[in-house]
């Protein structure tokens, strides 16, 4: 049996208070939109690995302890093939320092209620991420 081409990318979710760290992005696919810091895991890298390094590298944040949240991998978010991200996510009592650099042209942060127009399947995933986040809090 013949398998299509799937990619494996890792995206790094930063929560703190109501508030979600973005990058933008510096080129195609979807220049000049925002999403989350990530990008592709390199041929023997662990996931986590990859997320970290992906974090650091887009917004020089470092040394975060971030966690399995999520894994995506519907067809169609990204105009150049399969991807199938494995997202993570960390939630801060401060914000970390930040610089754009690699394939962010920039980066802020943004109520979790009011996104721009975001890449790729990053506005689900964040819709994911409030409604987690809203049963965590009713279960308190």
């Known amino acids: 049996m013949n398998h299509p081409p799937c990619y494996l990318t890792a995206d790094s979710i930063l929560i703190v208070g109501n508030e979600v760290l973005l990058v933008q992005r510096k080129h195609d696919p979807f220049q000049g939109k925002w999403g989350l810091p990530g990008g592709f895991v390199e041929e023997g890298e662990k996931v986590l690995d990859g997320a970290k390094r992906e974090l650091q ?72 991420v409030r409604n987690r986040l809203m049963k965590c809090q009713s279960d308190e």
């Open 57 to 128: 590298e887009e917004t020089g944040v470092e040394n975060i302890s971030l966690t399995q949240f999520a894994a995506y991998g519907d067809p169609g978010p990204d105009p150049r093939g399969r991807i199938v991200s494995i997202v993570h996510w960390s939630l801060l009592q401060q914000k970390p320092d930040a610089t754009a650099a690699d394939d962010a042209a920039d980066w802020k942060w943004f109520d979790l209620n009011q996104l721009p127009e975001l890449a790729f399947d990053h506005a689900q995933i964040i819709a994911d």
